[in-house]
């Protein structure tokens, strides 16, 4: 199968194509930022999923099937930006699906859509809407881009559309939300709130959105693997103490003496817990997660040791 993969220059989506390639998928990437090093056998395009160049990518290469992984989720970006990158490139990979005769597309969201607040509930399933926007609108570009991809259901009936809501990713490479969170010297935590985390391993995700495509599913999915663990036992698994402070003294103390740097809203996200019911991906695709929870911890910690 002939595979587009939008935003192949991140770490997570280079061993998708990877691994896409050695199952004998033809693999074609798009992304503005390098992938120094890319086997030739990857055809790579160093261009704005937005802007035209990247339209001629599809029109030429015809893919059968696109994930599109090109969002960004830092919280640190420019608010406009991301919602620019978030909104229009969504809007883009679906247009040129239409106009070029992509027959699947599978869009990696984040759980995160749900929203963290004291009134919502612990389990998340897919028919919840988001919550929480009003306290956390950075979170806004990439809940309406989750809307967005999951209105293509019923306005493209004859693209088979995946929107997988990922938990948070923890592993070797350290990139994502909760891997910048842990990477501190210290894990700071809201006085009186442990919440539960829920976070898959790397390769785990890797597996999940090749079922994704190998399965051919339609709807929207959460997608996660082991059970959640406590912030505190996550930050011991990972060899970082805890800071338990007050909650304005946290705000105040935020990228700064070593701690993570997070927007206003994000506080929500260390008191209270976003868990999701992955129940229908797994029946869907028949996924089972090969890394339990202190696996992937450990292999963090091993990649990440407290210096």
Same mark, same amino acid.
């Given at each position: 199968m002939k595979i587009l993969i939008a935003g192949v220059a991140g770490g997570i989506s280079q061993k998708l194509a990877l691994e896409l390639v050695a199952r004998g998928h033809q693999?074609?990437?798009?992304?503005?930022?390098?992938?120094?090093?890319?086997?030739?056998?990857?055809?790579?395009?160093?261009?704005?999923?937005?802007?035209?160049?990247?339209?001629?990518?599809?029109?030429?290469?015809?893919?059968?099937?696109?994930?599109?992984?090109?969002?960004?989720?830092?919280?640190?970006?420019?608010?406009?930006?991301?919602?620019?990158?978030?909104?229009?490139?969504?809007?883009?990979?679906?247009?040129?699906?239409k106009n070029y005769g992509v027959e699947q597309c599978v869009i990696v969201g984040r759980h995160t859509y749900y929203g963290a607040a004291s009134d919502t509930a612990l389990y998340h399933r897919e028919t919840e809407p988001p919550h929480a926007l009003g306290e956390f609108p950075e979170l806004a570009d990439l809940v309406a881009a989750d809307l967005f991809a999951g209105a #293509? /259901?019923?306005?493209?009936? @004859?693209?088979?559309?995946? !929107?997988?809501?990922?938990?948070y990713t923890l592993g070797p490479l350290g990139q994502g939300t909760l891997a910048s969170f842990l990477k501190g010297r210290a894990v700071p935590m809201v006085m009186g709130f442990d919440p539960l985390f829920q976070f898959l391993h790397e390769?785990?995700?890797?597996?999940?959105?090749?079922? #994704? /495509?190998?399965?051919?599913? @339609?709807?929207?999915?959460? !997608?996660?693997?082991?059970?959640?663990?406590?912030?505190s036992a996550l930050a011991h698994e990972v060899g970082r103490p805890v800071l338990p402070l007050p909650e304005p003294i946290i705000r105040m103390m935020l990228g700064r003496f070593g701690l993570p740097k997070l927007a206003a809203g994000a506080l929500n996200h260390i008191k209270y817990p976003v868990v999701i019911d992955s129940s229908a991906f797994k029946t869907a695709t028949g996924f089972v997660h090969k890394y339990d929870e202190l696996a992937t911890a450990r292999a963090f910690k091993q990649a990440f040791p407290l210096r």
């Open positions: 693999v074609i990437g798009i992304d503005v930022r390098p992938w120094p090093g890319a086997p030739s056998s990857i055809e790579m395009h160093r261009v704005d999923l937005r802007k035209r160049a990247a339209e001629d990518v599809f029109r030429k290469s015809r893919p059968q099937a696109v994930v599109h992984m090109a969002t960004v989720a830092q919280l640190g970006a420019n608010i406009e930006d991301r919602a620019r990158i978030n909104l229009d490139g969504t809007q883009a990979v679906f247009e040129h699906c #293509a /259901l019923w306005q493209q009936p @004859r693209l088979t559309t995946s !929107v997988l809501r990922l938990c390769d785990d995700v890797i597996t999940a959105l090749i079922l #994704a /495509l190998e399965k051919k599913v @339609r709807g929207v999915f959460n !997608v996660a693997g082991p059970q959640p663990l406590p912030l």
